[in-house]
């Protein structure tokens, strides 16, 4: 096992929670006491899980409790030695931190709610959110049980949301006399990316005659190095039929649950007779060019995530005439250990029927088209792109009963930090398709919606996305390298419709003005002649705060181009060039953020878990 | 006497307080109990005071607590009827309001805190945050007394901050069986403009020979119109030596109190020897053009401000042989209900000495220059000009000790709606000289700073207004013209220096580049040619969001040209054009919005007050 030199004997040792209150102030006693008989202990099961570390010496079950807004975690610390530190923030940074600390000064165990400052120091929060529940030794560890409400009235505090969540855990290898003398900087730490607010899905039953096939990958040697994305390819059975998958799930190797980050499987292109049988790493040179030409997702799972289930009467078409007997398998395996040797046959289990469901399920590209024209400046914080899916388009495209979007999957690349689409109806936001302010390109799952989203022939979808720069000299362009940036939703709906991508980028003739504006400005009198590539001219725009802004204004202001496509090249017939961006008058209203009522801002101080004997 | 309509016999008459809940569940219960045992009446005096309503029959008294960061209000109501509304909201909306309730539904009588939704229907709020103390019958009328933490945890409330509040009040005339039955839009009510958080300042001793000099309208026949700005010329004694103005304070005509709004007291330029003796409306077409010179302030009062005291060390010269002996007194009389034959001698009581003190009073103007080159878009919800102060002219005249800043009087034209001042160092923001979030053009008083700030030579001073230009279909360019717009900060400040002025706008040459790349873009090849005036180029240019966005872009962006000025014209010796903008690497840091502890957080019901007998 891999334990190393993080394996050590407890020396924490809790038997017994005897909760005595540092009090501030009597009322405050009162209070506390009033609080805690309301909230005895959970019992109740904890459906997700996940390993925080890739040592797997940490892991966390949860649970979601929607009416009462709250998160009950359960970490099972397997060699807990001083105490753990565990919490969430903005992208995983440890300044800045919203977590909940269990410490011993070598005497004493405490539990309190802390926050980070932005040098990382550690300071006790003036509302415990973190509330504890229960910890109890066991042969496997130590189970803490504790309870977060989804808002606090606090401005330090991280709000959970949809979409993802940075969890940060640290380990205290030694005593500390205060919290404050942590210092967070100096600590094993890790990062693990979860959704923490899973939806509430009622698991429909599965057929009869329902079949399996194993998608797996073919015994390989994890590489020992951080980050390697393997690819594969196999195939389905000769004149294997039309079938519809109707669940999938993960199918992890023992021992690895902490390694395998995510996989998926993608149908290749019906374009192409054959695919050469690659398998090896996605980066490698000797990969042939025409894997690249699998893009159609079949299924998608990354770690924490659920077995994906097609709703009652519907199901994922494959196999049959039009559709590539070829399918490739693409595993991420996280080995920041560089462990060595290890064989894995992880992959994803399709279980499908030959009884066709009433619906085929669709799969639509919402976003930016893939194009240079669409770019961000370098050094910029938060950068917005925006593609529309235009009410022009659904109402030439869409049956008038509409379409149910049941899933979304969202994608950038690198500098990817949010990702949004928000869809109109009459100039008016009227609904949210998917938000995820907290987006990571390394963690993109096809997630289940809460409630299936309609969307009527009229209506526009409008994708929004963020990017960071920060850290980039030269522009970003849109495009299909790692290095340039896509904005994309790819949303799973019913019943399929001929609609395949409704996307747009703006209008190159707009584009050409802002091109000519910026040499002007710039002083540079030298006509740019319209034959140069868009992106060697982004390359020359001398980028300043003034460069940036305008572009962003341009955006803002230009008609666009739109794609409202049959397939990634077949237009539905109709004028799509010069056309007005959708105008919005009314806004989405805020999401409700009322405080908690009082009883859930009690415990003022840290809680005293217990006094060791000696 | 002006009572009118309104004037009627108590329906509501509350004889004690008699607290009972209609609690939710038995925990609220309890915690109210704790919460009112907590919270005994404020027996404290109210230090504040200012009349609500135009006819006097509302008058507001308050008193700030900084420690507890609470306001004490108490209300005194001449004729009440069936109840009161009174709260704030971001410039004096009725909708979107944060507002107490003391309503009657004919037998009893009930307290609240409540919020008005867009359509102005109110709603009680979740989290009860003005607290009735008390409420007590008396032969002038009903005190009601309660209180208001300055930052609660509830987003739907009004945050009290430094600066303007707009408070709304509106008188029940009928009963209302619930809080939802009341249409506030069917009321009589109003705004009164105050500034809630005055600052605590130890009052200064006067000296032993201090002097008074009353500068007050000479039995003005107050127009029966609502607003009236009424200017006096008066001189100062011939022969008047220098002395120093130490305190001044407003003078009342009796019965006056709820319509005199503000008095201001202007010396006149010693560029003129004489000027007419004028006395007439401020607007009249036969006001003599030489008035315009009459610009330096002595003294400005508004509704609700105590009197000014200068620093101990400090006083304000005037008189002697560098100094115009002409005064100008503007009185703002506000009069909606446009009574008839009032005579006003209302005016500024002046404070003076011929010892003089040590320090010699400066006033100095930070902000924009008055040049349309500084320009507002219309259709703007806010837009936001910033004029600079910066290192190199405090570097140039500032004495090494630095000054010290102890008012200061913020001033825009009728789009303003906020006016901030930050100090930077060295590239980092390290404080604010004066901010007010909820600026109105109507209410501009000198006000007093919490603390005195000082600025050291290398310091920059950044001036920052915002402007709503939602209601003008033409643009707004700086200038004098009350339609023209400015942003600026008078600030008192000593030991006074050279320096009068320091205030900047856009480089011309970058202008001119904004006005050619936005033909250009726009389509017209024609060239601006330089001659023509810049607020014609302004008018030409075809408003739209990225016209608009790319003139703020530009803002942000171009080098300035400053005025660093001994009087407004001399500026002086150096390179003052071309100047980079100063980088500010470091913001302040947000304000601290931490939550009350929770034992400020408590009813959760409408508090009722008594039943009536029979």
């Given at each position: ?5 993080l394996?050590?004997s ?17 009322l ?7 609080s805690l008989?309301?909230t ?11 390993p ?6 940490l892991?966390?079950?949860?649970n ?18 001083f ?25 004493s ?10 040098e990382?120091?550690?300071h ?9 529940l229960?910890?109890?030794q ?7 049980v ?16 949809e979409?993802?969540?940075?969890l ?27 959704q ?9 039953r ?7 096939m ?11 190095k ?20 109707v ?21 290749c292109?019906e374009?192409?007779d ?13 990969k ?12 998608a799972?990354?770690?924490?995530a659920?077995?994906?289930?097609y709703?009652?009467?519907v199901g ?15 595993v ?14 992880s ?25 240079p024209?669409?770019?961000?400046p ?13 009410d ?31 869809i ?12 995820d ?12 919606l809460k ?12 994708t929004s ?5 920060e850290?980039?000299s ?13 904005c ?5 709906y019913?019943?399929r419709?001929?609609?395949?991508l ?26 740019t002649?319209p ?27 230009s ?5 409202c ?9 109709g004028?799509w ?33 217990e006094?060791?004997?000696?």
């Open positions: 096992m891999a334990t190393g030199k394996s050590c407890s020396h924490l040792q809790i038997r017994k929670v005897v909760p005595i209150y540092f009090t501030m102030i009597g405050f006693l009162a209070l506390l006491m009033v008989h309301g005895a202990p959970v019992d109740s099961s904890f459906p997700y899980s996940v925080l570390d890739p040592q797997g010496s892991r966390l079950f949860w979601v409790s929607y009416p009462e807004k709250v998160v009950h975690f359960q970490i099972l610390i397997k060699d807990l030695k105490g753990l530190i565990f919490g969430m923030s903005d992208r995983g940074e440890f300044e800045e931190a919203d977590v909940a600390v269990l410490w011993s000064d070598g005497l165990s405490f539990f309190g709610d802390a926050w980070s400052d932005k990382g120091r550690l006790i929060d003036s509302h415990q959110d973190y509330q504890l229960s910890a109890r066991t042969p496997e560890g130590l189970y803490l504790f309870k977060r409400p989804f808002t606090t009235c606090d401005p330090k505090d991280y709000l959970i949301e979409g993802t969540v940075h940060i855990y640290a380990l205290l290898e030694k005593p500390f006399h205060s919290l404050s003398a942590i210092n967070i900087s100096t600590l094993h730490r890790g990062l693990q990316r979860v923490l607010l899973k939806p509430e899905i009622r698991v429909p599965l057929p009869d005659d329902v079949l399996t194993d998608v797996l990958a073919p015994d390989v040697v994890i590489p020992n951080e980050t390697t994305y393997w690819c594969y390819i196999t195939e389905l059975p000769q004149d294997f039929s039309k079938h519809h998958i669940m999938y799930e993960p199918v992890i190797t023992k021992g690895h649950e902490a390694i395998v980050h995510h996989i998926e499987v993608f149908q292109s374009d192409y054959t695919i050469p049988h690659y398998n090896g790493p996605c980066d490698s040179k000797m042939p060019e025409r894997l690249n030409y699998c893009r159609h997702v079949l299924a799972w990354a770690m924490g659920k077995p994906f289930y709703p009652q009467d994922l078409a494959f196999g049959g005439a039009r559709s590539s007997r070829f399918l490739r398998l693409e991420h395996y996280h080995n920041p250990l560089q462990l060595k040797g290890l064989h894995d046959s992959g994803i289990r399709l279980y499908y029927t030959p009884s066709l469901r009433k619906f085929d399920a669709g799969i639509m590209e919402l976003g930016l088209v893939y194009t024209m669409m770019a961000i370098p050094q910029q914080k938060s950068f917005q792109l925006t593609g529309y899916c235009t022009k388009c659904t109402k030439t495209t869409l049956p008038s009963d509409g379409i149910h979007i049941f899933a979304s999957q969202l994608h950038t690349h690198l500098t990817g930090r949010t990702v949004t689409t928000i109109a109806r009459d100039g008016k936001e009227v609904g949210v398709v998917n938000v302010k907290h987006f990571s390109p390394h963690f993109q799952e096809i997630r289940m409630k299936p989203v309609q969307v009527f022939p009229g209506d526009s979808l409008i996305c963020s990017y960071n720069t850290d980039r030269q522009v970003t362009v849109g495009g299909f390298s790692i290095t340039d940036e896509m994309v939703n790819y949303i799973h019913y019943p419709t001929e609609l395949e409704c996307k747009s980028h703006v209008d190159p003739g707009y584009l050409r003005k802002y091109f000519n504006l910026v040499n002007r400005f710039s002083g540079d009198e030298v006509c002649c034959q140069t590539a868009v992106t060697e001219q982004f390359n020359e725009v001398p980028w300043n705060s003034f460069t940036s802004d305008v572009l962003n204004s341009l955006y803002a202001y008609p666009i181009s739109m794609h496509n049959r397939s990634s090249a077949v237009r539905f017939p004028d060039e010069r056309q007005p961006l959708p105008k919005i008058t009314q806004a989405l209203p805020l999401a409700d953020t009322t405080c908690p009522t009082p009883k859930e801002l009690v415990s003022l101080t840290p809680v005293l878990l006094d060791h004997e000696g």
